[in-house]
């Protein structure tokens, strides 16, 4: 990220089409600041449908640690009984 890559959102209101032509073309991400801090930023739609599905991928890599974790612990005979599960609900 280069110092270029950082605009006033005041100043974007009037550059839009170039910072979007910018981004696109170029590949630089832009980010938009208010009051001094980082406030947005412009990126290719096609990284943030990217971004996306690498959280998404993230969330299902998670998920299936979780599910191994809980597989070894019914594998190890730690299991809760029902009883248990409601009264740790409730507290």
């Given at each position: 990220m280069?110092?270029?890559d950082v605009v006033p959102i005041s100043e974007a209101r009037?550059?839009?089409t170039e910072l979007a032509e910018e981004v696109v073309?170029?590949?630089a991400e832009k980010i938009l600041?208010?009051?001094?801090a980082s406030?947005?930023?412009?990126?290719?739609?096609?990284?943030?449908?990217y971004y996306h599905s690498?959280?998404?991928?993230?969330?299902?890599?998670?998920?299936?640690?979780?599910?191994?974790?809980g597989l070894r612990?019914?594998?190890a005979g730690q299991v809760v009984t029902e009883d248990e599960v409601k009264r740790l609900?409730?507290?």
């Open positions: 280069r110092a270029s009037a550059r839009l073309g170029a590949g600041t208010k009051n001094g406030y947005v930023a412009l990126v290719d739609a096609r990284k943030l449908d690498l959280e998404e991928e993230h969330a299902c890599l998670v998920l299936l640690d979780d599910a191994e974790v612990q019914v594998l609900l409730a507290d």
